[in-house]
């Protein structure tokens, strides 16, 4: 079992999936790791500007 440190309150909480302390309520802030949290970060901003852009010429092309 992970622990998980509440940086609010400081207390330990032991559940792996917990998204807010079980003492105080507060946010672990804890950020996704799977599919959907990637896409949300500023730093594959770029991945996305290319997959337009790709779709864009191949709309183009296609004509």
Known sequence: MNEIMCPHC???VY????LL??????????TSNGL???MRGAGNKWI??????LVAVAIILSR
Request: charged share 25%; hydrophobic share 40%; aromatic share 8%.
């Open 10 to 12: 400081r207390k330990v």
């Open 36 to 38: 959907l949290g990637g």
């Open 21 to 30: 302390c079980h003492f105080c309520g507060n946010s672990l802030n804890r």
């Open 48 to 53: 996305w500007v290319t997959i337009a852009v």
């Open 15 to 18: 559940d792996e999936e917990a």
